[in-house]
Structure formats: structure tokens, C-alpha cells
């Protein structure tokens, strides 16, 4: 089945400063990767999310980039700010055949110092 | 957009009694739910899938006797944890998968097993 390792498991930066996430997949026939903010006793957020076709995706302080050759996909957070603490998960799916199922990483705790 | 409204948000029972916890699907059908787990600090881990009108598919080394599952309408998902134990306790967390709007997730229940 599939396995997404994610790394690093803490981040902390600075205010503005940007924070990088990173993913691998070992499912070469997975086509979707959202990934979701979890605050605190809540359930994720979808914050952006890509799929197999399409190389990035940005939506304002935030983007996505894969590499499906490498199996890996990561995710960008420009101009951070306090409010951007939080845990990230990322997560793969085969969306529209065979497990649908979101597999998830082991997340990453970020940390943004103001 | 769409919503799952997941209760209750949080609930403390004794050791051996049953809980329910519910997960609905406002203004949407849901065909097909996830069940997560999730323990502090941890990532979500698939439990279960169940789509309306069949039985659960579990994954390898959950109990189903043990942990219930009923998708018997379109708008409503059940996780029943039976003779419930304190390693029960943990953080479950509902997903709602529709063509329309991918994954739903639900605000998570906080069982805790005393």
C-alpha cells in the first residue's frame, strides 16, 4: 500500500520568513496530494492541494510543487506569520480509482516566532 | 461549501460501556466515509471505509466487532466503539468523500476511556 514519509516533524522560523514542508510517496499511481493545517483538538483544514497532471499550485503565502518522477512533493509558506502555527500534514490518495483513501504523513510541527 | 458536523466534540465514559459517536453530511450526500484514529501527537490513521448500504471495509488489525460502523443513509455515519478501554482513548476523526467536493473531514470526537 502506499506510504508518504514527511520531514521535518518541527520547523520554527521566524516571522517572514518562509517554511518549507517536504513529502515522498512510494505509490507511483497515487494522483492527489492535499495537504491539511491541524490546529489543537480540531479536525485538518484543506489549505491546498495538487494533483498528478500539474507541477505547482500557489494560492497567495501558499504553493505547492510535485515531482512525480521523485515521488516527492512539498509545500511553500512565504511571508509566515504567528498565525501559521500549527501541525501540516500531507497526504496521498488514487482519487478517482482503486483506494481512495487518504494515506497520511507523520506531520510537521511549525512553529512561527514573532 | 460542504460540511460534516461530527458529535460530540468530546466524551469521557467507563471502561466496558459503549460510545457512538455521529457524522452527518449537511446539504450533500456522502457515499463514501472515512474513519480515522488519531493518539496525541500522532498522524491520522485510517480505521475503516464504508460506503451507504454495505458493510465496512476495515483495515488490517482493527477489531470490527469492536468498532461498529453504520453508513445506513446517505447524510449520516456511525462509529460505535463497544466494551469500550482506556487505550481506546483517542482523538476520531470522520471524512466525507464526494465527487463534488473531495474530502470533507468532520471537527473529531475526543473519547477518553476511564
Known amino acids: 500500500g502506499e506510504n508518504v514519509e514527511q520531514h521535518p516533524s518541527t520547523l520554527s522560523v521566524q516571522e517572514g520568513d518562509s517554511a518549507v514542508i517536504k513529502c515522498t510517496y512510494s505509490d507511483s499511481a497515487s494522483n492527489y496530494f492535499p495537504w491539511y493545517k491541524q490546529e489543537l483538538g480540531k479536525g485538518p483544514q484543506l489549505i491546498i492541494d495538487i494533483r498528478s497532471n500539474v507541477g505547482e499550485k500557489k494560492d497567495q503565502r501558499i504553493a505547492v510543487t510535485l515531482n512525480k518522477t521523485a515521488k516527492h512533493f512539498s509545500l511553500h509558506i512565504t511571508e509566515t506569520q504567528p498565525e501559521d502555527s500549527a501541525v501540516y500534514f500531507c497526504a496521498a490518495s488514487k482519487l478517482d480509482t482503486g483506494r481512495r483513501a487518504l494515506t497520511f504523513g507523520s506531520g510537521t510541527r511549525l512553529q512561527v516566532q514573532p | 461549501g460542504a460540511v460534516v458536523s461530527q458529535h460530540p466534540s468530546r466524551v469521557i465514559c467507563k471502561s466496558g460501556t459503549s460510545v457512538k459517536i455521529e457524522c452527518r453530511s449537511l446539504?450533500?450526500?456522502?457515499?463514501?466515509m472515512f474513519w480515522y484514529r488519531q493518539f496525541p501527537k500522532q498522524s491520522l490513521m485510517l480505521m475503516a471505509t464504508s460506503n451507504e448500504g454495505s458493510k465496512a471495509t476495515y483495515e488490517q488489525g482493527v477489531e470490527k466487532d469492536k468498532f461498529l460502523i453504520n453508513h445506513a443513509s446517505l447524510t449520516l455515519s456511525t462509529l460505535t466503539v463497544t466494551s469500550a478501554h482506556p487505550e481506546d482513548s483517542s482523538f476520531y476523526i470522520c471524512s466525507a468523500l464526494t465527487q463534488n467536493y473531495g474530502y470533507t473531514f468532520g471537527s473529531g470526537t475526543r473519547l477518553t476511556v476511564v
Open positions: 446539504d450533500f450526500q456522502a457515499t463514501t
